[in-house]
């Protein structure tokens, strides 16, 4: 699959405070051509798979695509899956991919933590604050998809860790299907704005969810190797002022632990940017299928 979104389209569309950037009769019309796919499960999990690839941060080669992780967010929440072995699919597959991408983005959040007093008081920093925000804000999406099916499907962390695509209980047990107004309804979403403090929400957001999110949490803990307590984000930061909004990141004298941070993003965002055209298909779906 490929995707195309237009930015404009999110702009003109719903609650950019939640990430609410399409329809619920889109998600109808996204639901109909879903349910083509779903009797072939290689079909089905390759469409799963394509919707949610873009939250690792590594396939965007200059910055995070919000708008286009929002409208993914959108469809996944909701899909109208009929057999638990479908939201469980997505669920470990967010699992995965917050194990793999979070130390990514708390080195950045730690990195900004070295400047927390600079700052606050208003003066320059060499990180691009945006750009951290929207990665935060990229994996709080994906936390809040794996909250939200949580709650829909009832499932718990131990279904979800000792999930087995082969399990033929979770593949017959069916389970109920919400209109996607109702989802909408409960589904608080993360902040995509692009206002110059909205990094400030963007991180706050992250580290909740994060913490919320028992099971990445401890599996998370488990795998890192320092503790960044001095380094970390803290949620009081005041908003910058106009010459704060941060410049791309120097090695040139900084610490050696500042420098392997930048390599790491600098790492992170030399892959090629994802191949997006069946977003427009599915922007008109509703009037395709119906």
């Known amino acids: ?32 051509l879903y349910c083509t796919f779903r009797p072939k499960r290689q079909t089905r999990t390759a469409f799963l798979r394509t919707l949610l ?31 638990l072995d479908e939201p469980l699919l997505v669920a470990t597959m967010v699992n995965d991919i917050v194990m793999s991408e979070s130390p990514h983005v708390e080195a950045n959040l730690a990195l900004m933590g070295q400047y927390k007093d600079d700052i606050k008081q208003g003066k320059e920093v060499p990180v691009d604050l945006k750009a951290i925000g929207r990665q935060a804000a990229a994996l709080a999406l994906a936390l809040q998809i794996k909250a939200t099916l949580k709650a829909q ?18 593949r017959t047990t069916r389970c109920p299907t919400l209109p996607p107004a109702d989802i909408f309804a409960k589904f608080q979403g993360v902040s995509i704005k692009t206002e110059e403090h909205e990094w400030v929400q963007q991180c706050k957001t992250f580290k909740k969810l994060l913490k ?56 992170a965002t030399r892959s090629r940017t994802p191949k997006r055209k069946l977003m427009d298909a599915f922007a008109a779906g509703d009037k395709v299928l119906h």
């Open 1 to 32: 699959f490929s995707f195309a979104f237009s930015v404009s389209t999110a702009e003109k569309a719903l609650e950019l405070e939640h990430a609410k950037v399409i329809t619920p009769s889109m998600c109808n019309g996204v639901g109909k």
């Open 53 to 83: 690839r873009g939250f690792r941060l590594s396939a965007f080669k200059d910055d995070v695509d919000l708008p286009f992780l929002a409208f993914c967010t959108d469809v996944v929440i909701t899909l109208p899956f009929t057999h």
């Open 153 to 170: 499907y009832s499932l718990s962390d131990s279904q979800i860790h000792n999930y087995k695509a082969a399990d033929k209980e979770v």
């Open 212 to 267: 919320q999110d028992g099971s990445c949490l401890a599996r998370h803990d488990r795998s890192r190797n320092r503790d960044n307590d001095d380094g970390d984000f803290h949620a009081e930061t005041p908003p910058m002022s106009e010459s704060d909004k941060g410049t791309p990141m120097e090695c040139n004298g900084f610490s050696e632990e500042k420098k392997e941070a930048e390599q790491m993003h600098t790492r």
